[in-house]
């Protein structure tokens, strides 16, 4: 599986920017997809997970009421639409999944997924 993230970019407290991850040469479908960021000077912390069915998803503290994660099996891909944005929202954004490990599973597993995207900037100015 290959991951390719996009959607990134430069914006205001208070906006919204929603990022893609659109997968290829796997079975997607059948996969626990996440997102995790890592701010400068900070480890990477999970944001985000979603099962293969789209039916259950997981948040971090953190973003929970503001983030929503979805995906669209037909399409390979999934989205974390991201609103009220915070400064503290500065990070750059990766996606993530591995078929060993469930979505629930995906905060306390970061480190054993083995596939990755490679990260999209996300900058929010206040």
């Known amino acids: 599986v290959q991951l390719q993230a996009s959607g990134g970019g430069l914006v205001q407290a208070g906006g919204s920017l929603t990022l893609s991850c659109a997968a290829s040469?796997?079975?997607?479908?059948?996969?626990?997809m996440g997102w995790f960021r890592q701010a400068p000077g900070k480890q990477r912390e999970f944001v985000a997970a979603i099962d293969w069915s789209g039916g259950s998803t997981y948040y971090a503290d953190s973003v929970k009421g503001r983030f929503t994660i979805s995906r669209d099996n037909a399409k390979s891909t999934v989205y974390l639409q991201m609103n009220s944005l915070e400064p503290e929202d500065t990070a750059v954004y990766y996606c993530a999944s591995d078929p060993r490990v469930t979505a629930q599973a995906m905060e306390v597993r970061p480190n054993v997924l083995y596939y990755w995207g490679q990260g999209t900037q996300v900058t929010v100015s206040s």
């Open positions: 040469r796997g079975t997607f479908s059948s996969y626990a």
